[in-house]
């Protein structure tokens, strides 16, 4: 008889709180792709059960515990935590204490998001706040996977990318121009964040400077005098971040009147009520003041999965040598190119078309090894042009 559900249930005792968790798992055949972006995000999803169409895979890529929101991907690994010596000995003693810790706290980041999570009414933000619990408790661990983390940044771009889809139906060239705005907008709110962070920073370190007790006192009054001006600089600055923190936020209410206006789009991402907040971009934003790894869209996402997929290939711990390190190579590449670093991609593209020509002529006499290299290889020649097209114009 075939079923009514694309889904079968697996039963799998969280390791952190002992609960047992019934997680829905998607069964084989449950929806098809139709094909893959050049990212590797897969595009036209189509379930068999049309009234989970709005519904992304990915919400069931990971797994959370429905009572401590302990959240790991959801692959073979996990089902059988319990036969995993290596994880019960060295990464859950690490993890444990730590995710419990947070737990006890009120208004943390576990709490903001393991509370939010609402998979029938809220399915892809839900997927987004669940990937993030993967990276908040993978990075709790004492030595934390550089991979897994590009991974997990990466699918929440996924994630972004298709309410992205879903809340603009528009697919002309003037939608397109407008995702390209888009992006730029988001470099620079992730341009004034980080200011913001720089600038704290500065102001740590100078205040350090007469805490410090080896400093001897005569030289402390040396620096007395410069207290003042330099205070002075940092109030000057402080308020120059608030005056563009106010005009930038005017600017993205703009944006939104104008694409609403313009494209008559409903945005999925910002322009839905969320978890009491006015839009799940606000929500996200008041998280981010708790932990400045959550991202507020596709481009912050994919900017910290470059981030973490660099320091992954730089470290070679996770990342094999031959096929998987020339598919790094060329994400690292393709997902510079999408946030607009373009010098970056292209050091990364040339690399990635010199090391699959050389390992396809190093396997030329196995054609099934080379064959997924040859398409990885026509991807980066291709796109490293559009890269150096945008290179010129940048």
């Not at 507020?296 to 481009?299: D, M």
């Given at each position: ?20 968790n019934?997680?829905q ?7 098809t792709?139709?094909g893959?972006d ?17 519904h992304?895979?990915l ?28 994880f019960?000995?060295y990464?859950?003693?690490s ?14 980041v ?15 933000e ?39 889809r ?19 907008f988001a ?10 962070k ?18 001897p006192s005569?030289?402390?009054a ?22 563009m ?7 993205g ?42 991202t507020?869209?596709?481009?912050t ?8 997929y ?10 094999s040598?031959g ?10 590449a393709?997902?510079s ?15 990635t ?9 190093r396997n ?9 290299a ?13 890269n150096?097209?945008?290179?010129k114009t940048?």
């Open positions: 008889m075939a079923t009514d559900s694309p889904f079968f249930i697996s039963r799998i005792e969280c390791p952190i709180c002992k609960t047992i019934e997680l798992t998607v069964r084989v055949g449950a929806y792709e139709q893959r050049t990212d590797f995000c897969p595009t036209d999803i189509e379930w068999r059960f049309k009234r989970y169409q709005n992304n895979p919400l069931y890529f990971t797994a959370t515990c429905s009572n401590c929101f302990y959240t790991r991907e959801f692959n073979n690994s996990f089902k059988e935590w319990k036969k995993d010596t290596n019960i000995t990464r859950l003693k993890i444990k204490p730590q995710h419990l810790d947070q737990l006890a706290q009120a208004g943390s576990l709490k903001l998001m393991g509370e939010a999570i609402d998979t029938q009414r809220f399915p892809n839900s997927a987004i706040l669940k990937l993030h619990l993967a990276v908040y408790d993978e990075l709790l661990a004492d030595h934390p996977s550089n991979l897994d983390l590009g991974r997990f940044y990466l699918r929440i771009g996924w994630v972004f990318r298709a309410m992205n879903l809340g603009n139906p528009a697919t002309n060239a003037l939608g397109n121009l407008t995702s390209d705005i888009d992006n730029r470099g620079m709110d992730s341009a004034l964040e980080s200011f913001a720089e600038m704290r920073a500065f102001e740590r370190h100078w205040q350090a400077q007469f805490d410090n007790a080896e400093i005569e030289i402390k040396q620096m007395v005098p410069f207290q003042e001006s330099i205070a002075s600089g940092v109030n000057g600055c402080r308020q120059a971040f608030g005056d923190e106010a005009q930038l936020n005017q600017l209410q703009a944006l939104n009147e104008y694409k609403g206006t313009v494209l008559d789009e409903q945005d999925g991402v910002t322009g839905v009520g969320f978890a009491g907040r006015n839009s799940f971009t606000d929500y996200l934003k008041e998280v981010r003041l708790t932990w400045d790894g959550v507020i869209n596709e481009r996402a994919l900017e910290k999965a470059v981030s973490y660099q320091a992954a290939f730089s470290d070679g711990r996770d990342i040598p096929y998987q390190q020339l598919q790094a190579s060329y994400l690292i393709e997902l190119r999408r946030v607009g670093d373009y010098d970056g991609a292209r050091q990364y593209f040339n690399s078309i010199k090391y699959g020509q050389d390992f396809i002529y030329r006499n196995d054609r099934s090894r080379t064959a997924l040859r398409k990885i290889l026509e991807l980066a020649i291709e796109q490293g042009r559009a150096m097209e945008a290179l940048a």
